[in-house]
């Protein structure tokens, strides 16, 4: 089935900095979601992407659907300690028989004070 | 308040005891979905249902079944669980075609 490959698995980060994350697949999406997903927590909705090129801001946090429609990143800015958590890339293709979310495995983001 | 309500939160069974896990959401939501997750492997879709009655297999169906009876409910039912059925159970809705889905908090399951 399809796929899709989260980078990076994890990241040990200072507070204050950046976060980048990204995620790819071979195949295209109509849409992409981001979440984040806290200890004992379920998933929690981010952001929405629904156009290719599309640039969406989320307070500190900024996502983009690629033009090839195969890719997406998020960015996180001066990251503070509730940043903390896993955070899901996930893709819908409409045209799948499917129909159904396609997850990446995560990233787990930790923030040092 | 808009909410996907999982029970119980945490369960442990033994091998071979049916159990069934329930899901209810108050969005009016179409399309509901369980998942389960794995240290390593992430969210992995079991089952979906787009409407009532209606329901579909996801990327690992094996061993689970779903029911659709009503639009706000859709319990995952486990007839003879086994331990590599150990996991983190998420329940998750939206209004149609996944989008934007809602999750549940979870339902630690282990099958000892």
């Known amino acids: 089935g399809q796929q899709l490959n989260q980078s990076p698995q994890s990241m040990f980060i200072q507070e204050g900095e950046d976060v980048s994350m990204n995620c790819t697949s071979s195949s295209i999406f109509n849409t992409w979601l981001w979440y984040k997903q806290d200890p004992g927590e379920g998933p929690v909705l981010l952001i929405a992407?629904?156009?290719?090129?599309e640039l969406t801001s989320n307070g500190r946090l900024t996502a983009q659907f690629g033009i090839t429609r195969k890719d997406s990143f998020l960015n996180i800015s001066a990251s503070i300690p509730s940043d903390v958590g896993i955070y899901f890339c996930?893709?819908?293709?409409?045209?799948?028989?499917?129909?159904?979310?396609?997850f990446g495995k995560g990233t787990k983001l930790s923030v040092k004070p | 308040e808009a909410q996907v309500t999982q029970n119980p939160r945490y369960l442990i069974t033994v091998t071979g005891k049916k159990l069934t896990v329930t899901c209810s959401q108050n969005?009016?939501?179409?399309?509901m979905s369980w998942y389960r997750q794995d240290p390593g492997l992430g969210l992995r879709q079991i089952y979906y249902s787009m409407n009532v009655e209606v329901t579909d297999k996801g990327d690992v169906p094996e061993g689970y079944k779903v029911s659709r009876k009503e639009k706000r409910n859709f319990p995952l039912i486990l007839e003879s669980p086994s331990p590599n059925q150990t996991s983190l159970y998420f329940c998750a809705s939206s209004f149609y075609g996944n989008t934007e889905a809602f999750f549940g908090q979870g339902t630690r399951l282990t099958v000892v």
């Open positions: 992407l629904y156009k290719a090129g």
């Open positions: 969005m009016n939501h179409e399309y």
């Open positions: 996930a893709g819908v293709n409409y045209g799948g028989s499917q129909g159904n979310l396609i």
